[in-house]
């Protein structure tokens, strides 16, 4: 009886301490990202429930992706959806580093493939942690022994055998615990370490030391903010961009008669695509009315409005501000089959977001791998990545900008940003060059189109788009 | 050449004509949802890229859901998702009547499922304009004859063959023209008629036409705002909530034993529903400190994680206040097998936005009937609903609101908010009484629990979901 009231005690004061700890990321406005992993389904299950009880659970979302969830989308396609908002809390139960030591376990995830996964999830949690997100992990390791008896005393009452699965078991098998303890190191962020609690012990007992962990996990996080080194990229060399001077030009019946060819292409090539489940983002990047707008609509003109989506990128919305920017992009990866269209896309924030000083340094700094990362996962599954820089002179746009000034059908597409974002042109173009040599990788390439003639530029992009798809599809 | 430059300014004017439509739908801070439907995919299809175009595209979607898109939910659910916040756009393609009147022609639909899913369209229909969107309905005809050409063109080019399906060819036939007719008029909310286009005309012209029908029809849409009248529902026999005033008790030991035997119950119920795709919607209404959170706790506490969510109901964010306020809940109906369990819900609309005179006196009256219908189409897709309102004393909630106070442990619970609502004590339970006497369906039948024994109430609880899921599962 008084070790029992020990133990309330301690859970209770423990309870005020991860009280404190959710107020304070409120106030410092940073999220949590709380990793239940381990042998031990049922635990994980019951420890993400005690944590919504202890929290304030308004602000405590659990994530809890089945295992199919995602299907053809890269592996940290659910996880990303998830991810709290400045302030809040996800719970993650059936986490990245289980399901990655569960298939490693099973065999079926080995040598290079193992290699790049688990150099993904460091990505992934070192990203999180420099955007001030708290990553915190406890490994919930309960004996093979004990595991085996819930399994024996559930055949009668069934009552928690059914979480006992043989992928448990292996993992709780001294050559399963030896593999995820090898995992658990090279599979984790840099300061980013797993917190091992036995889940072996009464289930009071057992929260109480996991709560304990995560309070102390949280504390820490909050004490060193990441203390990023804000590496401005160094110099590059210039007029990438600007030797793109030849402005190759296209008349309209030239025009007319490549359309009739390449829209009909890549109508059949995205219904093949749609077929066999290729998923591929098209992103189109430009100076302002460098004709993104209307290169999209050609591209789109014969593919059956079921297989596509384009996206406009307009400001953040609040739900989009308050996460890491990648998020609302990982959002929109389409489904096998489909096509998205990116009308700007992620590289804002080492455009607008580097040149307006929306952005730190040192956050568009480290952007670039970011991003490279991130294509790096869609491109793994297979998804065909396409980049078009729509390029501009500065002519050309002030052409285009007075033109549609005069024209009553296109006056609404001028805002007094359009004149604004001009008088930056020398540093936009520097961004530009810098984000096309930084980003410019094997899996997803940049293609750089002339635009001053509308026509070309038109052609270039479907021709473009036809090439990747069929260089897949053949 | 004379007719050709005529038809040129006259898609000049229209396009100028559409432009002005949609800065009014700005302006007015209306949606509009313009529906594309009938026999020529081909024609839809091209008609979407014509009003992108025309259209200032930045707050335009295309919502054109794939087939088999929301499996498992109901008809509307993909529809839902993709409709417009106020001041924007959505085109459909692949719309409800257009697919209602396919699958009547296959002879897949017809009798009393045909009759209720075309009420569920006008109800649909209604509840847009009834809330201010826009909305306006094309439907493209072209002749069997032209469709078949098209066809027999296309085994040499494949270039537009593609989009004639059997299901086009089915509906262009006299019997199918004059089925879709029939069903265009009964599948139609009130005032929000269908008109016809010819698909079959050159697509300049046929654009042009299609195009100024859609520009009358948002000019009339803005002029006749919906005259909605506000009917206030009349008085209701008082005392429904009073009088469940007997406080049956549960003590610590038979609490314990019941919990023993109902969390794994459920656990296993929840599984099997997991396995047969059965999807269930729990909702948990009641005054503040009635429990609400502790009985979810217990509710999921031994089910998996992978399983059920849980869904807080806070003030509704920009996007959701730009929508119609049951488009928030929509894109929450569990996929199959899974389980939502909603703290506080829909039924805000005709509580807190009641009272608080949040919503007009006219928005909160044809509520119930919005709300009884959404329950409706969740329960047609075989969906289980429990819709749980637990009950407490006002003397009751005083005590827990002082001993929440006491609590360091629970003082974050409390907020201004609740004293001031606890003034409204007799006003909101006016108007639980009527939302309990008006939303009591068979399909989806209101649970009163007494919950000022909170042990008591959380088995109530436990047991009304048990016998839900058992009585479908059995």
């Given at each position: 009886?008084?070790?029992?009231?020990?133990?309330?005690?301690?859970r209770?004061?423990?309870?005020?301490?991860?009280?404190?700890?959710?107020?304070?990321?409120?106030?410092?406005?940073?999220g949590?990202v709380l990793?239940?992993?381990?042998?031990?389904?049922l635990?994980?299950?019951?420890?993400?429930?005690?944590?919504t009880?202890?929290f304030?659970?308004?602000?405590?979302?659990?994530?809890?992706?089945?295992?199919?969830?995602?299907a053809?989308?890269?592996f940290?396609?659910p996880?990303w959806?998830?991810?709290?908002?400045?302030?809040?809390?996800?719970l993650?139960?059936?986490?990245?580093l289980?399901?990655?030591?569960?298939?490693?376990?099973?065999?079926?995830?080995?040598?290079?493939?193992?290699?790049?996964?688990?150099?993904?999830?460091?990505?992934?949690?070192?990203?999180?942690?420099?955007?001030?997100?708290?990553?915190?992990?406890?490994?919930?390791?309960?004996?093979e022994?004990?595991?085996r008896?819930?399994?024996?005393?559930?055949?009668?009452?069934d009552?928690?055998?059914?979480?006992v699965?043989?992928?448990?078991?292996?993992?709780?098998?001294?050559a399963?615990?030896?593999?995820?303890?090898?995992?658990r190191?090279?599979?984790?962020?840099?300061?980013?370490?797993?917190?091992?609690?036995?889940?072996?012990?009464?289930?009071?007992?057992?929260?109480?030391h996991a709560?304990?962990?995560?309070a102390?996990?949280?504390?820490?996080?909050?004490?060193?903010?990441?203390?990023?080194?804000?590496?401005?990229?160094?110099?590059?060399?210039?007029?990438l961009?600007?030797?793109?001077?030849?402005?190759?030009?296209?008349?309209?019946?030239g025009?007319?008669q490549q359309?009739?060819?390449?829209q009909?292409?890549?109508?059949?090539?995205t219904?093949?695509?749609?077929?066999?489940?290729l998923?591929t983002?098209?992103?189109?990047?430009?100076?302002?009315?460098?004709?993104?707008?209307?290169?999209?609509?050609?591209?789109?003109?014969?593919?059956?409005?079921?297989?596509?989506?384009v996206?406009?990128?307009?400001?953040?919305?609040?739900a989009?501000?308050?996460?890491?920017?990648?998020?609302?992009?990982?959002?929109?990866?389409p489904?096998?089959?489909?096509?998205?269209?990116?009308?700007?896309?992620w590289?804002?924030r080492?455009?607008?977001?580097?040149?307006?000083?929306?952005?730190q340094?040192?956050?568009?700094?480290?952007a670039?791998?970011?991003?490279n990362?991130?294509?790096a996962?869609?491109?793994e599954?297979?998804?065909?990545?396409?980049k078009?820089?729509?390029?501009?002179s500065?002519?050309?746009?002030?052409r285009?900008?007075?033109?549609?000034?005069?024209?009553?059908?296109?006056?609404?597409?001028m805002?007094?940003?359009?004149?604004?974002?001009?008088?930056?042109?020398?540093?936009n173009?520097r961004?530009a060059?810098?984000?096309?040599?930084?980003t410019?990788?094997?899996?997803?390439?940049?293609?750089?189109?002339?635009g001053?003639?509308?026509?070309?530029?038109?052609?270039a992009?479907?021709?473009?788009?036809?090439?990747?798809?069929s260089d897949r599809?053949?």
């Open positions: 009886m008084a070790t029992r009231s020990a133990l309330e005690r301690a209770s004061a423990l309870h005020l301490r991860l009280l404190a700890a959710q107020r304070r990321l409120t106030t410092e406005q940073r949590a990793v239940l992993g381990g042998n031990d389904r635990a994980a299950s019951e420890l993400a429930n005690q944590l009880e202890w304030d659970a308004r602000t405590v979302r659990i994530c809890a992706p089945t295992e199919d969830a995602g053809g989308r890269p940290l396609w996880y959806q998830e991810m709290p908002a400045k302030g809040r809390i996800t993650v139960v059936g986490d990245w289980t399901r990655t030591a569960t298939a490693a376990a099973r065999e079926e995830l080995d040598g290079d493939a193992l290699r790049a996964r688990l150099k993904s999830l460091r990505a992934f949690e070192e990203l999180l942690a420099a955007d001030g997100t708290s990553v915190v992990k406890v490994w919930l390791e309960t004996p022994k004990s595991l008896k819930r399994l024996r005393e559930a055949e009668d009452t009552a928690e055998g059914w979480v699965t043989d992928d448990d078991l292996r993992l709780a098998k001294k399963g615990q030896n593999l995820a303890r090898t995992l190191t090279q599979g984790s962020g840099k300061n980013l370490p797993w917190k091992v609690v036995s889940g072996g012990a009464e289930t009071k007992l057992r929260d109480l709560g304990l962990a995560i102390d996990q949280l504390n820490l996080a909050s004490r060193r903010r990441a203390a990023v080194v804000a590496k401005k990229p160094g110099s590059r060399p210039r007029g961009l600007e030797s793109a001077a030849a402005h190759p030009t296209l008349d309209k019946k025009y007319s359309m009739a060819k390449l009909p292409r890549l109508g059949r090539l219904r093949l695509a749609a077929q066999k489940g998923a983002i098209v992103v189109l990047e430009g100076p302002d009315a460098a004709g993104k707008g209307g290169a999209i609509r050609r591209l789109c003109g014969m593919i059956d409005a079921a297989h596509y989506q996206y406009p990128t307009p400001a953040p919305t609040p989009e501000k308050a996460r890491h920017y990648l998020w609302r992009f990982w959002n929109k990866v489904a096998p089959g489909h096509l998205a269209v990116f009308d700007r896309s590289f804002g080492v455009m607008v977001e580097r040149v307006e000083g929306f952005a340094d040192a956050e568009w700094a480290r670039y791998a970011e991003i990362d991130f294509e996962r869609l491109a599954t297979g998804m065909v990545v396409v078009l820089w729509i390029n501009l500065k002519e050309e746009q002030l285009r900008f007075q033109a549609r000034e005069e024209s009553p059908h296109k006056r609404h597409k805002t007094a940003e359009d004149y604004r974002n001009r008088k930056k042109w020398d540093d173009l961004a060059e810098d984000m096309i040599a930084r410019d990788t094997p899996h997803a390439p940049w293609i750089v189109i002339s001053d003639d509308k026509r070309h530029a038109r052609v992009a479907l021709k473009a788009v036809c090439r990747a798809l599809l053949d």
